[in-house]
């Protein structure tokens, strides 16, 4: 049996970063994606990448920015990797020729974000992610980088050890199931933003990889933290970039005024995400908004720079809002969007199961802690893709024992079967809609694990998500087929989500304070003497979610002193 180097689940910029660095240090590398490389949710992102490029910019601040916005409960050992690598990883994919906006000098350009102390993300338009993605995907096509495409993942899977060997997953296109072996595997598979009902994410972000990483006893932390984005469009949750008011729009309520001066009177529209989305919420609960919205209002911009740099943006708002932001202002709401927890991993993506690595959204890592920076995320791809690569290539090379690899079990694949078997065979007729469910959770989801959340709240979540699961027991499809069978596939994403929204809520009930993202009505102030700790989500032998905690990673004797966060 032909068994891979490397074996990377995700084909966005993180899996394909990670794969470069496979490819040309001479291993054999396979990437395994449910959708074409170029549909991952990558390639949506707009607004651009973090990275202390300009002379006047030092990366130390932004490792600062960084530890502050994360609420100081990021692990400093990432963060500074992170900002400090920020450079050459951008300049890295300027190397392979990806098209950033220029200055007139012909450097860089970049453009101010919220949270940060200096304009420092680079950016390609409003299209980053596309030019990023498309950047790795001709090298992954140039390196004739082996690509498992349109294959689901449906379980990794462990030799005697407890090693990860490889994993079990399904051809889309036949239905048939294959174990693909491997001496190390990749989880990067994203995020779970799909857990809400109103969300930014693409179809896909039902954090497979997360759930079934959990399955197979890697530790999930920091679950609780998840990022509302002040400006997603009030109908569809479609994002409108940070960098809309990186290039100076207003937040502005129903009575045509701005009023970001009353929560961060220095930052104002440009204070991080948790904290303009809370302003949000609470202006549109005093009756400032306009059918659950508030407005974001760029028409001072003028019709040629929005021409210029918003293209995508100003499309967008006609396409799915029907307003023309050169002429009116945009409908606007906090939206689920990114998902700051995931699987814990150390510095350069290592697990608690060996072999089994993670980066990307589907990680912890934690370089963003309780509340991400906006514009860091692409760059937490690039840098950890590139390092977590390096790392695979230094284990395969220097520690990995051959013998491994002949002790898998011969019925690595019979719980895969049984699952599919049974969501298969569940008559019609006294079993429940995957679409019901999915309602009800994305819907509990929203409004009782939101950006508000106090204890009563979240109990009637995860009242309501305990129903679901129990449901989910009786879950059937009417597609009993194998060829692309979409309702099958969709099933299983669900189940996924189930258990993610499960260890979400548990983690949120657990922290009794508020910081970050996650802001409990009861306990409105930080609390670092008891919480500045990760939340640890796992299985354990019974199969049930517990959770622990384990301690930030400091650095220097904790030289990012906690102190109060304003903006
Ligand atoms: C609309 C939007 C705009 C954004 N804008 C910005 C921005 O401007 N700047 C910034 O820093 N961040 C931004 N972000 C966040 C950032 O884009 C993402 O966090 C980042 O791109 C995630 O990359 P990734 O490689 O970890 O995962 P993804 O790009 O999400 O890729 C996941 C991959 O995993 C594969 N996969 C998943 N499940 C399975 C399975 N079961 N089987 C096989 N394959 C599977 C998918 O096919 C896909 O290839 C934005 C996010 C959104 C949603």
Redesign the pocket.
Known sequence: MKIHDILI???????LRAAFEGITADLDVAV????H?L????C??????NAAIDKDDDWRDHAYDTVKGADFIGDEDSIELMCKEAPQAVLDLDDLGCPFSRNEDGSIAQRAFGGASFARTAYAADR??HAMLHTLWEQAIKHGTHIYQE???LKIIKNKLGHACGVV?MEIATGKLEVIRAKTVLI????Y?RVYKAN???M???G??IALAMKAGANLADLEFVQFHPTGLKTSGI?I?E?VRGEGAYLIGKDGKRFMSKYAPNKLELASRDVVSRSEAMEIMAGNGVDGAVFLDVRHLGRDLILERLPQIRQLSIDFEGVDPVDKPIPVRPTC??TMGGIRTEKLGQTNVKGLYSA???SCTSVHGANRL??????E?IVFGKFVGKEMVRFIKQDYIQQEDLTVDEDVCKDTVELLNKIKNQSSESGIRPAILREKLTEAMNKFVGVFRNEELLAQGLEKILEVKADFEKVCVDDKSDCFNTDLLTTLELGNLILLAEATVKSALERKESRGAHTREEYPARDDENYRKHTIASINDKGHVVISYEPVRLVNNDRYKPVERVY
């Open positions: 689940v995700g084909a966005g910029l993180t899996g395994l994606t449910k959708v490389p549909r991952s949710h990558s949506a992102a707009q607004g651009g990448v980053t992610g294959y689901h993942l997953a990067a598979t994203g995020g933003g930014t994410n693409a896909i972000n039902t497979d990889g994002l970039s960098g969007h990114y990307g959204e589907a906006g514009a860091n995320s692409l760059l791809t």
